[in-house]
């Protein structure tokens, strides 16, 4: 712990003068990688897209949550440059991995994009050097995948290098969390990584919370997004069952949620989307399966939730009929077709399989979104249209898959299109025309 490589990377962490490396610079890494660099460190961004290298290069943002002014700020400062040449690492004194981490076709977890990481900081470790693993991941995969491969060639985690796991809780498009003040958990694969971890990101976030263990730290990411994809999964059933009952499931949550204490809300929708809470709870279940463990409400809720698209398509069936028209040859509008409201990111977004579906019986497809201009679906390139223009051209039936908050609601609901309302983005709106999930 008191070890001489150990003391010199504190004291650089705590002068600021440790050389921090982001592999991945993408919604995680970027944002990191600027609030490093904002807060004084000089910062080297690895990323194998040398698109986005060259966007940072000439200060140019493309992850909304991250301003422009800021990024610019600090690449000018000469603090923040991207490059995609893996064998800067060796001068790095901190590397934090934000690779990606998503499933095989098969559900199991593809590591694949960590293990090309980590064999990158491999060939060049150095004695004195922390390396952090922020991609979400199964327990386990710090101590059983990451620290043999830096292992290998002869220097011992603890003592020679430091290591650590902190899962990144950034939630793209909120204004009020980000990177700066949302609590950072830090589990290392010892004592002496665990403290080098936290001292580094005391000095850039408010608040620190060390665990015990690498497996404790990537545990605790798994436990925050299965917590969330299970109880979304208890109000989508909800909806469906409200529906049947002919109860507004959405005044419902409403008045449940104004009880103090025991009852936090969580929404129905489309079905989940992003790049992890469809993700993240399967390599949970993959690394219980391996102990012998069946998670029973991870199986549950995924079957829920992954059903919502067909539930939507039904609604648009139940709207379309109420016209005597249907789905085959009617003309659908999709509003909002990110994974959530204000942002622009695809991943996995449940509007996808709406596409899908509607398209399979026969609907014709046009979508808004501003935040999305172009989509590929069924082999043809999509473009997103004005919404005032869509509707002007009086589809059959809009669905609102996301509730980006540029819509012009009012314009929507004063027309004569019918509605699907995935999300409530028409709340306090009466109409016959509107169909709620
Ligand atoms: N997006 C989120 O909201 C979010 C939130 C919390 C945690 N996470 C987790 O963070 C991790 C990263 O997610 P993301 O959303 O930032 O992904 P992303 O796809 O936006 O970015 C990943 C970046 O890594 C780069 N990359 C891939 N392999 C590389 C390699 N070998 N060397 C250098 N660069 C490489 C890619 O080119 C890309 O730019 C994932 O494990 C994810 O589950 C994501």
Redesign the pocket.
Known sequence: MTSTAHQTLLDRIATKRARIGV???????LPLAVEFARQGFDVSG????GS?VSQINAGQSYIPDVPQAELCAVVKAGRLRGT?D?AELAGMDVIDI????PLRKTKDPDLS?VV??VE?VAASLKRGQLIIL????YPGTTDEVVQPMLESRGLKADADFFLAFS??????GNQTYTTRNIPKIVGGGGPAGTEAAARLYESVVERVIRVSSTRVAEMV?LLENTFRAVNIGLVNELALMCHKMDIDVWEVIDAAKTKPFGFMPFYPGPGLG???IP??PHYLSWKARQNGFECRFIELAGNVNSAMPEHVVERVSEALNTARKSINGSRVHVIGVAYKKDVN?M?ESPALDVLELLSKRGAQLSYSDPFVPELRHGGATLHSVDLGEALAAKPDCAVICTDHTVFDYDALVGGDTLIVDTRNALKNRQSPRIFRL
């Open positions: 592999i991945g610079l993408g919604y995680v890494g690895f990323d194998v897209d986005k995609s893996m934000c690779v990606p981490t994009y090309r990481a990158a922020e991609s979400t991941t899962p990144e809780r950034v939630d793209p990411k992003g790049h992890c993700i993240d990111d991943r």
